[in-house]
């Protein structure tokens, strides 16, 4: 188990070595792209359209709103949708490399994650660069991050586990990511929606994960134990759900792949 675990770290780092390999920037790309999505929400709709919460008194307050969910969504997102379709892109290393299957997931979750604390990292960096308090409370930012990541590979673990019998997934799963992304506050606010849908906030699972974010760009509110039990138990829950499906499919995978 640790052995297989040390080559999913391996496998991580190879993959960050290669995915980049013979641009100009090199691994400079993977802050680019958090820099850009920072610079673009923030100028287009802190200084172009003069977007202002009035919750906070802060100039850059919806910028502050956006960058908190849209990086927690696109680490999550990235996760389901890259493990939806390992078993195709990594089918040749499959029957080659005599190694676990999960190996090559964790390694995704491993690679992933990174770039999510990078994310996050930066944008701490920008709320200091706004003036925005940050205070010990941030710290709360390291489990949610972990559950998150720890809900996202079971759920994307499920996915690809049915994909290779039901193909359509590989186009239906990205366009009904789209449509959770909408479904969850990040663009808008909650209280929006949680008059006329409150049905949509109550049984959306990430939801219950971005608004502990939001909580602590905005306000630097910490989340009560009940909220991170709720997430751990969605997290959990889910993790064993996908464990328990591994082991009584894995094997039909390998020889249909």
Known sequence: MIENILKSFLFAKREFKERYVGTSLGQFWYLLSPLVMIFIYTVIFSDFMKMKLNIIDNSYSYSIYLISGLFAWTSFSTIIMRLNTIFFEKAHLIKKVNIPIYTFMISVILS???????????????????SQPVTLTFLWLIPIMVIQ???????????????????????????????WFWATPIIYLSDMIANRYPFILKYNPFYHFVKLYQNIFLYSKAPSIKEILLISTIASSTLLLAIYLYKKMVGTI????
């Open 149 to 179: 990541t720890i809900f996202a590979l079971g759920l994307g673990v499920i996915f690809a586990l049915f994909t290779p019998f039901f193909k359509d997934l590989k186009e239906i799963i990205p366009i009904l990511t789209q449509l």
């Open 112 to 130: 992933e994650f990174f770039l999510f604390s990078i994310s996050m990292v930066l944008a701490i960096i920008f709320l200091i660069i706004v």
């Open 254 to 257: 390998k020889d249909i792949i």
